[in-house]
């Protein structure tokens, strides 16, 4: 009875979402940016009247029963849920690992809550607080993430932002963003039908996506139970801030989570971090660095690891990250995989203070020269250079790290202050802007009833699929653009990065120590 009453609720919530929002939707397609229409709703005045009806706060969409008609707080929203009841101890455990390990490596330097510290903490009151509470900042279509599970057609996200809302002494109202991203990950569809009895194709929901009309599309079949339609949970917060000191440049840590829907008891529990590859348990733990070698470097995984699309097996993965901003372009400790590669961690390994890497240079140029033989023919990966680089953006902590704000990829417009400051007016990072192209072809293909190709460049440089929209922009090959040094002369061509060029009247030219890699800037004398 429980369970059909859900059902019921979910379908009405869903049916006055239409009926309130359906024009609106058609209307803002038009204002969308046009890199993202189809793929994303970032259109602020949208967002703000579907956070303002309830339609989608996370209270509403875990608790369609629920009678009131207003996002819960923070403080309720984590003590009335109890699908949420795992999240707040398992951030609280993190933080603390957190600390104890910033204080056994750096104990001249003060860490607390507040400006009096030297590396400032996320004041994880803000969880626990009445004045707190999350807004819909955007809803992303990620039906380019089928290859992940073929069933539910990929996801959809709905990306909350922390905010804090106080009542000044003269009874004016302000609201703060806070440094906090809660994305609500719902499969595109799920395996029953819709209100019309007819099974719902992935075709249908990228047609509808295309279409920017229909609100269907955003989460699915108006008659099935959310349960069904819930994946995970992913959390983003700036753990920490530190302003320049005699230790390091300034710095701005991120803290990754992800909790995994179980339906069997209505809760989310702690997991793993798709492709966060566990570097120190893997350094630490022969047995464990030479099968994940073995692994990875096999052919067939070697191929789906250069288009992007590799699923890296639970035992070699970590359930934290945390991503250190900015990391810049050289191979620093900062990076997920350093210490994994030849050359990187020097002095701190085995053996008479050279490091011990899982892989050598020969390792992985022989696994392209077994891949070659067997006719498989590498996109990305041509060189080890090119695999250095893919083993860090495959993983969670590094993509953050690439072309990101701060450590967001989507931060979201601040629809909730009026004439915003330019830093809270875009809605993503240049590494989402220019990755709309590719999604946005795989959502024709769906739609047109072709196999999506779902493989993915680099994160610091997009394909471009055949399309000329991004030429001459920061995406690719404008001003910003990441480019190859050896184009311009430095060294000889890496294969991997030869495509990296800049466009006419732009130069590429060092931004870091990085031999390979730099950024598209006018040319100077």
């Known amino acids: 009875m429980r369970r059909a009453?859900?059902?019921?609720?979910?379908?009405?919530?869903?049916?006055a979402a239409?009926?309130?929002?359906?024009?609106?939707?058609?209307?803002?397609?038009?204002?969308?940016?046009?890199?993202?229409?189809?793929?994303?709703?970032?259109?602020?005045?949208?967002?703000?009247?579907?956070?303002?009806?309830?339609?989608?706060?996370?209270?509403?969409?875990?608790?369609?029963?629920?009678?009131?008609?207003?996002?819960?707080?923070?403080?309720?929203?984590?003590a009335s849920l109890p699908q949420l009841k795992a999240i707040p101890p398992a951030i609280d455990a993190e933080f603390d690992r957190y600390i104890a390990q910033h204080k056994a490596v750096a104990p001249s330097e003060t860490i607390g809550g507040g400006k009096g510290f030297d590396v400032q903490l996320f004041d994880r009151a803000n969880l626990k607080s009445a004045e707190t509470r999350f807004v819909l900042a955007g809803i992303v279509n990620r039906m380019d993430r089928a290859y992940v599970s073929e069933e539910s057609c990929g996801e959809i996200r709905l990306i909350y932002r922390l905010a804090r809302f106080e009542t000044r002494p003269d009874g004016s109202n302000v609201a703060t963003r806070l440094p906090m991203t809660f994305n609500l990950v719902m499969k595109a569809r799920d395996a029953q039908t819709d209100g019309s009895g007819k099974p719902v194709t992935c075709a249908e929901v990228a047609r509808r996506w295309l279409d920017n009309g229909d609100w269907q599309g955003l989460i699915g079949s108006r008659s099935a139970p959310y349960d069904a339609m819930i994946d995970r949970i992913e959390t983003?917060?700036?753990?920490?801030?530190?302003?320049?000191?005699?230790?390091?440049?300034?710095?701005?840590?991120?803290l990754l989570k992800v909790f995994k829907y179980d339906a069997a008891t209505s809760t989310f529990e702690e997991s793993t971090l798709e492709n966060q590859i566990d570097?120190?348990?893997?350094?630490?733990?022969?047995?464990?660095?030479?099968?994940?070698?073995?692994?990875?470097l096999t052919p067939a995984n070697l191929r789906e690891f250069d288009r992007g699309t590799v699923l890296i097996p639970e035992q070699y993965l970590a359930k934290a990250a945390v991503a250190p901003t900015p990391a810049g372009l050289d191979a620093s400790s900062l990076q997920p995989e350093f210490g994994l590669?030849?050359?990187?961690g020097e002095g701190e390994g085995k053996g008479e203070g050279k490091s011990d890497p899982v892989f050598t240079d020969d390792d992985v140029v022989g696994a392209l020269k077994q891949a070659a033989a067997r006719g498989i023919t590498m996109e990305n990966i041509r060189s080890v250079a090119g695999f250095q680089r893919r083993l860090n953006d495959v993983t969670c902590s590094g993509c953050h790290q690439t072309r990101g704000i701060g450590g967001f990829h989507f931060p979201g417009v601040d629809w909730l202050t009026a004439g915003a400051s330019n830093s809270t007016i875009v809605p993503a990072s240049p590494h989402f802007v220019g990755d709309q192209l590719r999604r946005r072809d795989i959502l024709t293909a769906?739609?047109?009833?072709?196999?999506?190709?779902?493989?993915?460049?680099?994160?610091?440089?997009?394909q471009t699929r055949g399309s000329r929209e991004l030429?001459?922009?920061?995406?690719?090959?404008?001003?910003?653009?990441?480019?190859?040094?050896q184009n311009e002369g430095s060294g000889t061509p890496d294969k991997s990065f030869t495509s990296w060029t800049c466009a006419k009247g732009l130069t590429c030219q060092a931004a870091a120590a990085s031999r390979r890699i730099g950024m598209c800037f006018i040319k100077t004398r």
């Open 236 to 254: 983003n917060i700036q753990i920490s801030i530190a302003a320049k000191s005699a230790l390091h440049d300034f710095r701005s840590d991120y």
């Open 446 to 462: 769906f739609a047109t009833g072709k196999h999506p190709d779902f493989s993915r460049g680099f994160a610091s440089r997009p």
């Open 5 to 15: 009453l859900r059902i019921l609720l979910a379908a009405q919530i869903l049916l």
């Open 279 to 296: 570097r120190d348990r893997i350094l630490a733990d022969d047995a464990l660095r030479r099968d994940f070698k073995a692994w990875l």
């Open 471 to 485: 030429a001459g922009t920061e995406y690719q090959d404008g001003w910003g653009a990441h480019c190859s040094l």
């Open 341 to 344: 590669m030849q050359g990187e």
């Open 18 to 78: 239409i009926l309130l929002f359906g024009s609106v939707m058609s209307l803002s397609a038009a204002e969308n940016a046009p890199l993202a229409r189809g793929t994303a709703i970032t259109d602020p005045d949208l967002l703000r009247k579907l956070d303002q009806s309830d339609a989608l706060s996370i209270s509403r969409l875990l608790q369609p029963e629920r009678n009131a008609n207003v996002p819960l707080t923070s403080d309720l929203l984590f």
